[in-house]
């Protein structure tokens, strides 16, 4: 095993970070490491923004539901699916590249695009012994959050990722089954298997929540996620996407 794999494994969430911000360098470093990331037919189709305004930091954490360390960390940066500069290029070089652009398919490449990108800014960052925590509560209200970054029309603001240096070390969670996640030829359908599965994953989940909590919390990962989605929540999305003219047909 070498050092990028046991980078990769060793990841957590982390919410705890020094009053320290990070160094032009390591921002830099970051950057370019997501920018190293694959992109569908070389459309880069994302931006990212880096906040640094304290006052900005406030109000993005009040949006993401009060979580202090989207305020408190060593630099805060918001991956954005971006197919502006792209209907810019169709006009300046008088290609009309609307219908691409307004398309599920071009929408889900931008999509895309900004995960692979944020997801080796990640890793760079936690390799350079950083910790980092993605923050998707600022799609609580991503019209506010397009007023304080100034976005123009066609970019979407995705997620956050807070990163920074590390006061408080967490617990890994332990992740779904090895044969639950990975399908060979085909996807697996026995009910009964899948069930069994996901079954051996709740006893260990519960016993990861009992130990870590003193026995004052043990609940089952499915029941977690039955109740989670039992509550709607951000029915908006669709509308705000279209409103911003993307993925209208």
């Given at each position: 095993?070498?050092?990028?794999?046991?980078t990769i494994?060793n990841?957590?969430s982390?919410r705890?970070?020094e009053?320290k911000?990070?160094?032009?360098?390591?921002?830099?470093t970051?950057?370019?490491?997501a920018?190293?990331?694959?992109?569908?037919?070389?459309i880069?189709?994302y931006s990212i923004?880096?906040?640094?305004d304290?006052e900005?930091?406030k109000?993005?954490a009040?949006?993401?539901?009060?979580q202090?360390y989207?305020?408190k960390?060593?630099?805060f940066?918001?991956?954005c699916?971006d197919?502006?500069r792209?209907i810019t290029?169709?006009e300046?070089?008088?290609i009309?590249?609307s219908?691409?652009i307004?398309?599920?398919?071009k929408?889900?490449?931008?999509?895309?695009?900004?995960?692979?990108?944020?997801?080796n800014?990640a890793i760079?960052a936690e390799s350079m012994?950083?910790?980092?925590c993605y923050?998707?509560?600022?799609?609580?209200n991503?019209?506010?959050?397009?007023?304080?970054?100034?976005?123009?029309?066609?970019?979407?603001?995705?997620?956050?990722?807070?990163?920074?240096?590390p006061t408080?070390?967490?617990?890994k969670?332990?992740?779904?089954?090895y044969d639950h996640?990975?399908?060979?030829?085909e996807?697996?359908?026995?009910?009964?298997?899948?069930?069994?599965?996901?079954?051996?994953?709740d006893n260990?989940i519960?016993?990861y929540y009992?130990?870590?909590t003193?026995?004052?919390?043990k609940?089952?990962?499915t029941?977690?996620?039955a109740i989670m989605l039992?509550?709607?929540s951000?029915?908006y999305?669709?509308e705000?996407i279209?409103?911003?003219?993307?993925d209208l047909?």
């Amino acid at each position: 095993m070498n050092e990028v794999i046991e980078t990769i494994l060793n990841h957590r969430s982390l919410r705890h970070f020094e009053d320290k911000p990070l160094t032009a360098e390591q921002i830099k470093t970051i950057v370019t490491c997501a920018q190293s990331a694959s992109t569908s037919s070389f459309i880069q189709a994302y931006s990212i923004i880096g906040v640094k305004d304290k006052e900005k930091k406030k109000k993005l954490a009040e949006i993401a539901g009060n979580q202090e360390y989207v305020e408190k960390n060593g630099h805060f940066f918001i991956f954005c699916a971006d197919l502006y500069r792209h209907i810019t290029i169709g006009e300046n070089e008088h290609i009309n590249v609307s219908p691409s652009i307004e398309s599920t398919e071009k929408f889900m490449v931008a999509l895309i695009d900004a995960s692979l990108a944020a997801q080796n800014a990640a890793i760079a960052a936690e390799s350079m012994g950083l910790g980092i925590c993605y923050i998707g509560g600022i799609r609580n209200n991503l019209d506010e959050v397009k007023k304080i970054l100034k976005t123009p029309e066609r970019v979407i603001p995705l997620f956050g990722l807070a990163i920074g240096v590390p006061t408080k070390l967490t617990e890994k969670k332990p992740r779904l089954p090895y044969d639950h996640i990975y399908h060979e030829d085909e996807y697996e359908q026995d009910k009964e298997v899948y069930l069994s599965q996901l079954q051996n994953y709740d006893n260990l989940i519960s016993s990861y929540y009992e130990e870590r909590t003193g026995g004052k919390r043990k609940d089952r990962w499915t029941e977690q996620m039955a109740i989670m989605l039992d509550r709607k929540s951000r029915m908006y999305m669709k509308e705000f996407i279209q409103k911003n003219k993307l993925d209208l047909k």
